[in-house]
DNA sequence: GTTTTCATACAGACCGGTCGGTATGTAGAA
DNA sequence: TTCTACATACCGACCGGTCTGTATGAAAAC
């Protein structure tokens, strides 16, 4: 029996559900989103709802793990992740999240927005959301850790409580965003954080990260091995 | 007409019912709670409930501003707001917040669940938390300002985005304490924000701000004014 | 001082509507 | 013929909000 599915999987009338269910749920969270509503805007019925999903939360459950899924799908096509030295991975990565947010203007993690209603009332749910954080904290944890053995091992910062610092900032800013209806708040955010790690690093680190990134990639061979 | 009464005017039903709604949304939001459910907490009936708050949505935004009240009154009585020295405000302010999260086991900020969950859907209770948000923020930018003009005048760090930095690593700590069931993430980040802190400050003014505290209160003279 | 008046402060039954979920039906593929 | 993939009608529960009734106390009238 397995938990969950790839997304190639999916048949279309049930990702149509699945993606309804994200956008309404992003804006609106899960109580103010309505079954009938996710049919309406996935172009089906009551019907065909509770033939793909038991129940609402079961829908909510599979639609947090999409998101999820796409969200680190999309980190992989950006392709910070694979850059040889830790410290270009970990400003591109906050690049990259910059630049997401200004592109887009919906100022929502449905995570963030499911966590926040739904952690003392769905215990399971509670656990998924949890993870999904854990997890995001981990990724730029290791990042950060390489990052701060190869350029200040001597530096005062914990990477692991950096990176949670992070992505609480990071759900917080998303959430002050919403309440803003603008998203300056998250890039002003991030800006602030690189000026923290900034001061963590020695300036020459970055200078090297910065004029070494494009050839390191082109070669296909880190100059500097990461970890 | 006044748009708010202060919280000794508060009859006592209509007191209870405050309270109840607030204790009740933090956990569960806005939607999760029934109107019935409130009276109930309250001790009273929907009779009750209708006869001082013409709606649902009124108790909320009442509730909104009965709870950033109080936690400003809370404040008040900490007594770190009016020590003389910007960066020992700072740093008391940081380290209540601290100790408050480690006393109290309720994971979660009433203003930050309703935005979260209302923000998209109510524009104007939107704004309220917007306005709340940007409070919180100045209260910290302007002694962030103070200390800088103090103790690093040449430091790179800008008041405002670093409060905003905070304010937001506060939320989303509060929103990931939710989702782990466990506040032990927010001490932490703020933890790491203090860490952050010491990098953009001399050594010395933390040295100086520690050994003249208390007689500095106890004079009731700044040794160095603020702002 | 007594009675009448009237607003306040609730209690509780009730209402229309909406909710998540179910039961049943059916068109098409296999 | 059987199974999948839905559509549709429907259900009981519950929701926010209204309505009517009533206990109480203060003010006004006599």
Known sequence: MKTHI????????????????????????????????ICEAAGTTK???????????????EAAFLFREEK??????????????????VMSRLEFLKSS?????????????LAQELSTTHPDLREIFQG????????????????????????VFDPRSLAS??????QGAILIAKAADSNEVVVDNIESFITCLRSFFPEAAFRKVKTRRKPAIASGKPAIAAS
């Open 47 to 61: 019907g065909g709802f509770f033939h793909y999903f038991p129940s609402k939360e079961d829908l909510t459950k």
């Open 165 to 170: 610092m992070f992505i609480s900032m990071f």
């Open 101 to 113: 947010e200004r592109l887009h203007n919906i100022y929502s993690c449905l995570i963030g927005t």
């Open 6 to 37: 790839s997304s190639q999987d999916i048949p279309e009338t049930k990702r149509k559900l699945l993606n309804a269910g994200i956008e309404l749920m992003r804006m609106k969270g899960f109580n103010a989103t309505s079954v009938a509503e």
């Open 72 to 89: 680190m799908k999309s980190y992989e096509e950006a392709g910070f992740l694979s850059l040889p030295d830790p410290l270009d991975r």
């Open 132 to 155: 999904a954080f854990a997890k995001m904290t981990k990724d730029l944890e290791l990042d950060l850790e390489a990052a701060k053995a190869l350029y200040a091992p001597e530096a």
